[in-house]
């Protein structure tokens, strides 16, 4: 059956009069009325005036009847909203015909006086209209609250119940830029807010308290609701979505619609308190009204491109979804919190979490910072505090894409609604997921094994190396770290040679760090590339001398824990040779420095260019979901085959691998390999700038955002600055930026920031860095 085409009712004033007589014996002066699809009528009577509303075809009378219900039902209770006129036969509703024998319904409806809301200029809104607007919207939710009806059970697109899909469906209309901005708020909307929708409490709303259904007591100087006009989008819905859709048209044309959301929803709250739930999700459903508005108006200007109405319309929610934009969700959750007297923390003090964790945690477990921090959320670039506070975090190499990405959550959620289980079944998640890794790797490394946690790859990394050379010496690089295992730890010098540690095992054999700036060989030429690659063969030597065979030489691609030290170019090239020659394998520990960090590569190792035998990857491969990978060759993952099953319980479990696919994709599709990169060059060419003002700055160096900033008392003796750095970090955390140190003196800033680190971030660290330098210099 085809779909009924809507019939818009275009009925003379002459026979609209006759009608009006007929079933109201009402009479006077009639106007037209703007109308999308109905024929709207202005009756001005001798003693009044009315709403005549005609409606098209398309109408459902149950529809109608629930509009009128419901404004009834708000009269009743005193709210200043519009109420149905009975005619001569004590119903709301007429069936009418016209002379086509097409069937409407005529409606008589009271006459609200006032001005719109869109009347005013935005400049002109002000502190008393926000409350009296947050006040109206409280009191009609309130007097819906025991309302409901057949009709208002309805599927209807501006639903925002119905946001998500419409703007899947429609956001092709918008150009790659605006589909973007759209993108990025469902994609939050997703991960985050409809998660917490089952939370929201539901009822019949109005659903459409916009700037032209709105009535203020006047327009200079605005300062009251008078009323509530257009019932004709009531829908059963959560009722939050009413203030989210009131709020989207009140921040329009605000230069701080932040300031504006937080008078509305006070006033609000405090005639009708909101859910934390509520509260959470409020920011979230106004840009997807927006998405929802921008979206619609897209596929409307295709249709009509010279309509230039359409184009301006839309122009005030564009403007609004950028302001949006720029602001973090969880942070205006915490100023709406505030704002409506609600504490913002509802957990345990930093004081009882800190004696809890000395007591029950174990005493090994530290803590950053003189003063701790409760961090409680993250997004992008960005930690917050238990007040909402943001501090720009440069260190969290963990969640590489951004914290809680919300395709990466997204992934995760839906995954982890379905199934998780282990390896002994099959799965399509561990084959995709392996497949596109692999396709970021040299072909020679072609087989992936999937763990949890960089320590875990590294240690079967060891066990492969050991089964395919049937070596047992172990060669590592002075000052590195590869973990927290019992192998691990006596393959990291950093570990072993510092406090509690007890030296290095009789089968681990050190070698020198390859430190172009402190090291024995200083600078970054082929004199000191082959100078280091010559303690692996000293090494080498004596490792052959005592009857021995090296299993394998493991070493970070940049060094991290050691300070942040890239090598000098052909390092790596001659040392594998060298081991290789010996019977070892090459071990590449990506586990800091892997998914495109360097900018210049994907990987690390490739800065060397040289292809390993073994490569472990950990922390930024889950985003924050603890998984890890040993990828290798296939002759060593046949060299493993032995006899001994090796079965992990949770490697490659579908959740991890849906989240570790969900990372690549986003690395891809937000080119942040590149972003790295461009972005990595433009910080340190201001680093750089900095270190000619400051002595205190003894190196700059990095590739990408992989970068250490060494600070010494004196540039020729290069004293470590241990204290001053110390002094130059606690003094970041006051000005809201969250820095480590590294290195054997600490005297290192360790700046790996997640990948959603921006040239604008990283104006803001330079500013800051040059305070802090001035006042400890």
Known sequence: MSEQIAVTPSFSEEKVLTLLNQHYQLSGKIKALPGYCDQNILLTAQDNQYIVKIANTAESKTELAMQNAAMKHLSAKQLAVPHPIESNTQQTITEISDEQGHVFYLRVLSFLPGSFYADAAPSRHNSLLWKSLGQFMAQVNQGLNDFNHAGAHRYLEWDLAQGYSVCLEKKAHLNDKQQGIVESFLADYQAKTLPLLAQCSKAVIHNDANDYNLLIDEVNQPSTITGLIDFGDMVYSHVINDLAITCAYALMGQERPIDTLKEIVASYHHHTPLSDAELEVLYSLIALRLCVSVCNSAQAIKAQPDNEYLLVSVKPAWQLLTQLQEQNNFAVYCQLRHACGLSVDSGQSKTEITQFRKRHLGKTLSLSYQEPL?????????????????????????????????????????????????????????????????????????????????????????????????????????????????????????????????????????????????????????ETSKAYADSVATALSAIEQQNKKPSAFICESLQGVAGQIIMPDGYLTQVYKQVRAAGGVCIADEVQVGFGRVGRHMWAFETQEVVPDIVTLGKPIGNGHPMAAVITTQAIADAFVNGMEYFNTFGGNPVSCAIGSAVLDVIQQENLQQHALETGEYFMTQLREVQQEFDLIGDVRGLGLFIGVELVEDRASKVPATEKTSALVEFFKGHQILLSTEGRYYNILKIKPPLAFSKANADEFIKVLRLGLAEIA
């Open 374 to 526: 409760k961090i409680v959320r993250g997004q992008g670039a960005y930690l917050f505090d238990e007040h909402g506070k943001r501090y720009l975090d440069m260190v969290n190499n963990v969640c590489h894409v951004g914290h809680c990405h919300p395709k990466v959550v997204a992934a995760g959620q839906q995954q982890m609604a379905k199934l998780n289980t282990n390896t002994r079944y099959l799965h399509d998640n561990i084959v995709n997921f392996a497949e596109k890794l692999l396709a970021t790797m040299p072909d020679e490394l072609s087989v992936c094994m999937l763990v949890n946690s960089g320590s875990e790859a590294n240690e079967l990394a060891f066990r492969l190396a050991k089964n395919y050379t049937q070596g047992t010496e172990l060669l590592v690089v002075d000052g590195a770290y590869h973990g927290n295992t019992n192998a691990c730890i006596e393959a990291s010098p950093y570990k072993f040679d510092g406090p509690g540690g007890a030296g290095a095992a009789p089968y681990v054999h050190k070698v020198e760090l390859p430190d172009p700036y402190r090291g024995i060989y200083q600078g970054n030429t082929v």
